[in-house]
């Protein structure tokens, strides 16, 4: 019986030689899903025997930030310069061990930024210290992948990513499921699939489905398949950082710019453009400061309500906690409002800084 790795490296081997085209479609599709399951297994294996100590950080505050890079970029003097931590900071490789964590505050939210050690080549097989580096991301609601004037090994981070089920700045694949006792594998689709019906289903018997309802919400590539019928991914933002611009000439920094132009450009030993990466990590993140008013006075600036992500009404009667009664309307003022004083309700999206009052029966 070959071992886990030999049965990995020979289905990658296949892979890479098996060409691409509507004949190999449904081969390649459940070698795919093969070689995910192989994964997983191996994951699993190894996690048991490998955990211990500093190998994952306790989630805190309002959201959490993890910093990636190769050694030496600059991750633990960005952590000391944006927050009250003080992890070891040296001109030689590997400096940080074991993930480092810290709180920034920002628009009254406290975000946690998490220093990890250098990711190298490998490290979704454990190399250097690679597995605490996954373990972190995994907890992550954005990475911040920090590159210095080396920028060709950005590809080198994301593959190691990949392979280790971490995918970038993608929305969790949009299917539904329903498992049945007969049937067999019923696919449709709301939109025009390229996928042959052959290709999906031989994905689907691979993850052991045979009889199922299946609704494909939108065009699935055998690859975007795989990781929807897989239980480990993880889907998480990015934000792209360019270190040591001071060490720049203009023309290198220029051209760099135009390379990345959604790149957040800094030193974090000088302090610069720290401002701007506060602000993207806040806007990245979906934070919104929302002001209450109660009627007829002025609105509280002092303290807002931090929200993220989809932010209605409802969230905000949500967030205020306390027991008013019911929601009778309520009166937005700020980007959100169509005219100052909008009466709305719990459905209305808010914007950054609107300005809310309640009424409750
Ligand atoms: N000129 C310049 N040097 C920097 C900057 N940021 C960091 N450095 C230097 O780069 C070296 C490595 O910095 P660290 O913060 O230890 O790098 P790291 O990414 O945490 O490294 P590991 O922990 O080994 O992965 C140190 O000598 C820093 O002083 C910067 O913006 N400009
Ligand atoms: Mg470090």
């Known amino acids: 019986m070959p071992t886990i790795d030999e049965q990995i490296a020979e289905t990658e081997d296949l892979l890479k030689r098996t060409k691409r085209n509507k004949a190999t479609e449904h081969y390649i599709g459940t070698m795919l899903a093969r070689l995910s399951k192989l994964r997983a297994l191996k994951e699993h294996k190894s996690s048991g025997r490998k ?74 097989l454990g190399k250097g210290r690679g597995r605490e580096v996954i373990s972190v991301v995994r907890n992550a609601d954005l990475i911040l992948i920090m590159l210095d004037d080396k920028v060709k090994r950005l590809p080198v981070i994301k593959k190691e990513l990949y392979n280790a089920n971490i995918r970038l700045d993608e929305a969790p694949p949009r299917i539904t499921i329903k498992k049945d006792v007969k049937g067999g594998l019923i696919i449709d689709s709301l939109v025009k699939q390229d996928l042959s019906v052959d290709s999906i289903k031989s994905v689907f018997r691979e993850f052991s489905y045979v009889n199922a309802k299946v609704l494909l919400k939108e065009k699935f590539t055998l690859e975007r398949l795989v990781d929807a019928l897989s ?57 919104m400061r929302i002001y209450m008013k109660k009627s007829g006075a002025e609105p509280d600036y002092e303290e807002p309500l931090i929200l993220r992500g989809k932010v209605t009404v409802r969230e905000v009667v949500k967030g205020i906690r306390k027991s008013h009664g019911n929601l009778i309307n309520a009166q937005v003022w700020g980007k959100s409002a169509k005219f100052p004083g909008q009466k709305v309700g719990l459905k209305h999206k808010l914007m950054d800084e609107d300005v809310v009052t309640l009424y409750f029966k």
């Open 231 to 287: 239980r480990n991914r993880k889907y998480v933002k990015v934000l792209l950082l360019i270190n040591k611009i001071d060490l720049m000439s203009k023309s290198l920094l220029h051209r760099i710019k135009k390379q990345f132009p959604n790149a957040v450009f800094i030193s974090a030993e000088k302090e610069l453009g720290l401002d701007e990466l506060r602000d993207g990590i806040w806007v990245v993140l979906g934070f």
């Open 51 to 124: 955990s211990g100590p500093g190998y994952s950080v306790k989630k805190r505050g309002d959201a959490t930030v993890v910093l990636i890079g190769f050694p030496s970029v600059g991750k633990s003097t960005l952590l000391n310069a944006l927050t009250s931590a003080k992890s070891k900071v040296a001109p030689y490789d590997f400096t940080t061990i074991k993930a480092i964590p810290g709180m920034m505050n920002y628009n009254g939210a406290s975000i946690q930024l998490i220093d990890a050690p250098g990711i190298i080549r490998e490290a979704a």
